[in-house]
């Protein structure tokens, strides 16, 4: 089964930066796409960034020149540094990975998407 790990979350002051991690583990070939979401309280998951394995990229309007997504395809790792952040940034900040595909047993395996735990991003002074 797939695994992900982020990591990176805190408490930082309007301004600041702040670099999420995640790391996917498990037995996989491959990640067509993974990124980052988020949830603020009382409001629906909304879509923060997203990278593919190519490394096309879709940064939500809000987060746009204060943002960046990267991955490691050989790490399965993706990372997303975050600066200037602003209150209204404050949630918690999921890790999606879609399209993955795994080899165990001597059979492949195919997920839709697999998310993560999530680590809380609290932007105040």
């Known amino acids: 089964q797939v695994q992900l790990v982020e990591s990176g979350g805190g408490l930082v002051q309007p301004g600041g930066s702040l670099r999420l991690s995640c790391a996917a583990s498990?037995?996989?070939?491959?990640?067509?796409?993974m990124g980052w979401y988020r949830q603020a309280p009382e409001k629906q998951r909304e879509l923060v960034a997203t990278?593919?394995?190519?490394?096309?990229?879709n940064y939500a309007d809000a987060v746009k020149g204060r943002f960046t997504i990267s991955r490691d395809n050989a790490k399965n790792t993706v990372l997303l540094q975050m600066n200037s952040l602003k209150p209204e940034d404050t949630a918690v900040y999921y890790c999606?990975?879609?399209?993955?595909?795994?080899?165990?047993?001597?059979?492949?395996?195919?997920?839709?998407?697999?998310w993560g735990q999530g680590t809380q991003v609290t932007v105040s002074s």
């Open positions: 999606n990975a879609e399209g993955v595909s795994e080899y165990s047993g001597g059979y492949y395996y195919s997920r839709r998407s697999s």
């Open positions: 498990g037995s996989i070939v491959s990640i067509n796409a």
């Open positions: 990278i593919t394995k190519s490394g096309s990229t």
